[in-house]
């Protein structure tokens, strides 16, 4: 690594998975940035239940545990945090959701350093009142909010009442491999689909803004048409009790049979490959990198129209969306896609191209590494650097 690379620390509240799109997000991001002009550094506030996880950055990750942002551990992380920051010589920080932007960025703004960037991924859904007045209280320390569409643009410059100039939307970006939508006996084996004559599949984690229960409504009404269809479900569980209560839905529902929850599936790529559509009803997104991993692997895609999903989506020309909380139309287009396989193809292919065209990892990390260049030429870098190291 140059020596003279300039460092950026990445702060995320948790990196339990990386089935999340921050997550995923943030591993490409580290993985592709020009190792002669940028260096990483990653930060969380949880430690994760599989240190796996942590492995597959390829940069140093440090866990400095926060439970409470105001109690005395918080304090010495917040000490921690502020050493860190002054003795790697950090240039730019850049923020992932309530905890990391409100918390993390305040210490990083303290510890002399000016450039600061907000990561918004979604809709505010996590956000209680107290993060909604922090948001509003503290707007001043951001230099930049990245978004990664522009509905979540117009709800942060909205709801946090930031200026618009500040707020810079950078889309998520995902890998292109060279191979697309193909079907592998071996790969139905792995998954257990042997028997299935369709399969349907998502990829999230198990919550209830995703909108699963949704799905099991829309499975058990495409399953009527086709009986030997499956419905499965690649992501951890967040929410143990809604992933009670889903189950106990699919057994109601009768669906036992058809509906079968896979957990983390990594890579996704050979999964969603071998299945027949892609559909994701989320109660509230950003911009749904599981939608682009699907698209990019030539699926057809049934989705909500939850925050920048029409931004990626157009209605019967790539794929199909359909509004919140409306199963029947889910399972209306789902069983359309799975009559007419040569439609189902088209949308596939179209959606592949989108992605090819706007939505790979390595424009995604262009447009960022554009925006960190524009922040960090403000001031004379050595000027900053001399700040940032003086004194703990």
């Known amino acids: 690594m140059d ?19 921050a997550e995923r997000s943030l591993l490409l991001t580290t993985r592709l940035l020009p190792v002669e002009r ?8 949880k430690e994760p239940l599989d240190q796996a996880c942590l492995r597959q950055f390829p940069c140093p990750v440090h866990v400095l ?29 850049q923020t992932f959701f309530e905890s990391a932007d409100l918390w993390g960025g305040l210490v990083s703004k303290l510890s002399g350093w000016p450039m600061l960037i907000s990561s918004r991924r979604d809709m505010g859904f996590r956000r209680r009142l107290k993060h909604k007045i922090g948001y509003r209280l503290l707007g001043w320390m951001f230099d930049r909010i990245h978004t990664v569409s522009e509905t979540v643009r117009e709800y942060a410059i909205r709801a946090d009442h930031v200026s618009p100039s500040k707020v810079i939307t950078v889309p998520n970006g995902v890998f292109i491999e060279a191979s697309s939508h193909t079907s592998s006996e071996t790969a139905r084996s792995r998954f257990g689909l ?3 004559s369709h399969v349907v599949v998502e990829a999230t984690t198990v919550r209830p803004v995703k909108g699963l229960d949704l799905l099991v409504h829309a499975a058990a009404m495409v399953c009527r048409q086709f009986p030997k269809a499956m419905f499965v479900v690649a992501g951890g569980v967040s ?58 692997c030539g699926l057809p895609c049934v989705v909500s129209r939850a925050g ?3 931004e990626i989506i157009r209605d019967a020309e790539n794929g199909f969306l359909v509004p919140i909380e409306n ?48 922040l960090l030429d403000v001031a004379p870098r050595n000027a900053r650097l001399a700040t940032a190291s003086t004194g703990d």
Not at 70 to 87: G, S
């Open 3 to 21: 020596a003279k690379a300039r460092h950026i620390l990445y702060v995320i509240d948790q990196l339990d998975s990386l089935d999340g799109g």
């Open 38 to 45: 940028y260096r990483a550094t990653v930060v969380t506030f």
């Open 65 to 93: 545990p926060l439970n409470r942002t105001y109690d005395w551990n918080a304090a010495k992380a917040a000490l921690r945090l502020r050493r860190l920051i002054r003795r790697e010589r950090v240039e730019l920080v």
């Open 194 to 196: 042997d028997s299935a």
């Open 239 to 296: 929410d143990r009790e809604y992933f009670d209560k889903l189950n106990g839905l699919v057994r109601e529902l009768g669906l036992l049979s058809n509906f079968r929850f896979l957990g983390s599936v990594h890579p996704i790529s050979p999964l969603l490959r071998l299945c027949n559509v892609f559909c994701h009803l989320s109660r509230s997104d950003g911009l749904s990198n599981a939608v682009l991993e699907a698209m990019a």
């Open 308 to 310: 920048g999903n029409a």
């Open 327 to 374: 199963p029947e139309l889910a399972a209306d287009r789902i069983s359309a896609l799975l009559r007419d396989p040569g439609y189902a193809r088209s949308l596939g292919e179209r959606g592949r191209k989108i992605v090819e065209a706007n939505f790979t990892a390595d424009m995604m990390v262009s447009r960022l590494v554009d925006l960190y260049d524009q």
